[in-house]
């Protein structure tokens, strides 16, 4: 981008400097030839100008999305549920009528906001799923239940 600027910079120069020398030329061809030489300049100076235009809007365009993205993400924050589970649950505050919900970590860390889904309950535990990388994980804690072996037969 600054290149494609000092290419425009350095064509209105030389355009500004041949325009001045242009009242001093009093033969007609010599005349010519140098407008047409300035008219290349100018509309080299222009695509210079253009091109920086449209590379100055795509890189706008970049950062409103890179903005709304880490806007989004800000609406969350990483939450421990204990057993080595984590997810990203959407802050109270920010649910702006959305209601309140847990991410999948894994996708949020690839910059993806991936809701999960319930799956089913065991023991304490409800399970859920996350569609995009099918990770499944258990939220609560787990009872670990000693089997009574009293009742056993002994066939």
């Not at 910079?9 to 001093?24: G, P, V, Y």
């Not at 950062?63 to 204990?82: M, P, T």
């Amino acid at each position: 981008m600054i290149s494609e600027a000092m290419a425009g910079a350095s064509a209105l120069k030389t355009a500004f400097d041949m325009a001045k020398a242009l009242k001093d030329i009093n033969n007609a061809a010599t005349r010519n030839a140098a407008v047409i030489e300035l008219q290349e300049k100018i509309l080299s100076a222009q695509q210079a100008q253009f091109e920086m235009s449209k590379r100055v809007d795509e890189l706008e365009k970049q950062l409103a999305v890179i903005k709304s993205k880490a806007d989004e993400r800000n609406r969350y924050q990483l939450k421990d549920y204990g057993a080595g589970t984590f997810a990203y649950e959407l802050k109270p505050a920010e649910s702006r009528g959305e209601p309140l919900h847990r991410a999948c970590a894994k996708c949020f860390n690839e910059g993806q906001i991936n809701i999960l889904q319930f799956s089913h309950r065991t023991e304490g535990q409800d399970w859920f799923d996350c569609r995009r990388c099918d990770n499944n994980q258990a939220f609560g804690v787990r009872v670990r239940r000693e089997r009574d072996y009293s009742h056993q037969s002994d066939f």
